[in-house]
C-alpha cells in the first residue's frame, strides 16, 4: 500500500527556513506528479507548490515563488520543500500528494491526487 509520510514542520520565526520531507513507501518518485498543499485554520487548501518527477519541472503559486524550492531525492523516495523567508501567513499544515498520472504542470493544483500523506504543521511566529 502506497503511503506518503511528511516531515519537517515545526515553529520558526519570521524569515526564517524550514525543509519539509515527503517519504513514499512504494514508488520512487520518478514518474510521478507531486503536490504540496497547505491548509490554514478556517481557510480552504491551497496549492503551494508541484514537481512532476519525470523532468523534474516544478510550478509554485504566485505567494511562494521565489521562496520556496521543490526537489526530489529517487535514492531516499523522498521529495522536498524547501522554504525560505518564512512569513506568518505561511503558517499552516502542509501537505504532500502523488499521482502516477500525466498531469499538466500549471494544473497540479486542480488535479484529484490519489495519495496524500498526513500533513505537517509549520507555524511562523516570533
Known amino acids: 500500500q502506497v503511503q506518503l509520510v511528511e516531515s519537517g514542520g515545526g515553529l520558526v520565526q519570521p524569515g526564517g527556513s524550514l525543509r519539509l520531507s515527503c517519504a513514499a513507501s512504494v514508488f520512487s518518485f520518478d514518474h510521478e506528479i507531486v503536490g504540496w498543499f497547505r491548509q490554514a485554520p478556517g481557510k480552504e487548501r491551497e496549492g503551494v507548490a508541484c514537481i512532476d518527477s519525470s523532468d523534474d519541472s516544478t510550478y509554485y503559486a504566485d505567494s511562494v515563488k521565489g521562496r520556496f524550492i521543490a526537489s526530489r531525492d529517487n535514492l531516499k523516495n523522498t521529495v522536498y520543500l524547501q522554504m525560505n523567508g518564512l512569513k506568518p501567513e505561511d503558517t499552516a499544515v502542509y501537505y504532500c500528494?502523488?499521482?502516477?498520472?500525466?498531469?499538466?504542470?500549471?494544473?497540479?493544483?486542480?488535479?484529484?491526487?490519489?495519495?496524500w500523506g498526513q500533513g505537517t504543521q509549520v507555524t511562523v511566529s516570533s
Open positions: 500528494a502523488a499521482d502516477f498520472a500525466s498531469v499538466v504542470i500549471t494544473a497540479c493544483f486542480d488535479h484529484e491526487y490519489d495519495y
